[in-house]
């Protein structure tokens, strides 16, 4: 059993109010239960909106926090290094990609103004023992820029970065310069990669 409050929806109306010594009470509308508070805290039965306190700012919900999760499927060529090339990330995984994200063009573009958590990488297939560099670019220019150096056989350049996008304009790319003369970028799931989340908004 449990106390009840019921805002009424028949007869004349009003509040019921009904109690008992089990320490629970039962909110209701109209004989139904919609939260109930006991020794846990307040559990929810039936939230179908929620009330924003005033304040400047976007509310989030799953729907309409840009997130994706991308990755290349077919390997390039890095022929030269005196040239960056723009990595690309042709295949999406599945629900990660809220449409922000073009695998035609390998470019992030969300539509919410925040801070995101960037990654990307790639695998490069070496001998080891010259530097190359993992770019993230911003709007078409270099914003961060991840240097790595291995002697071992074969590389992945990774980077992670908390990067603020304008939820309009701004859009970033991934791109690579390696030092190994002509080499090809290793076509997997966790070698080469490229995400974003929407951690803040603004």
């Not at 573009?109 to 958590?117: E, I, L």
């Given at each position: ?13 009003g ?9 629970i009470l ?20 039936t939230l179908?909106s929620?009330?924003?306190p ?7 919900v799953?729907?309409?926090?840009p ?30 990609n809220?449409g922000?994200?073009?695998?035609s ?24 023992g ?7 670019y ?16 074969n ?45 803040r908004?603004?």
């Amino acid at each position: 059993m449990a106390s009840s409050i019921n805002a009424s929806t028949s007869g004349p109306g009003g509040v019921i109010t009904t109690a008992d010594n089990s320490g629970i009470l039962n909110l209701q509308s109209g004989g139904t239960t919609v939260a109930t508070v006991n020794s846990s805290g307040l559990q929810v039965t039936t939230l179908n909106s929620s009330t924003v306190p005033t304040a400047a700012g976007t509310v989030m919900v799953s729907g309409n926090m840009p997130t994706f999760f991308a990755y290349q499927s077919v390997a390039q060529t890095y022929s030269s290094t005196s040239t960056i090339y723009k990595v690309t990330y042709d295949t999406t995984s599945g629900y990660w990609n809220t449409g922000a994200y073009s695998t035609s063009t390998s470019t992030f573009q969300p539509t919410v103004a925040g801070y995101y958590q960037v990654s990307a990488g790639v695998g490069i297939i070496s001998s080891g023992g010259v530097a190359s560099d993992l770019f993230l670019y911003k709007n078409g220019s270099a914003f961060f820029d991840s240097r790595w150096y291995f002697n071992g056989v074969n590389q992945i350049l990774a980077g992670s970065w908390l990067v603020y996008l304008n939820g309009s304009t701004d859009y970033l790319n991934v791109y690579v310069n390696q030092g190994y003369g002509s080499t090809n970028s290793v076509a997997q799931s966790d070698r080469s990669y490229f995400s974003a989340v929407l951690v803040r908004t603004v």
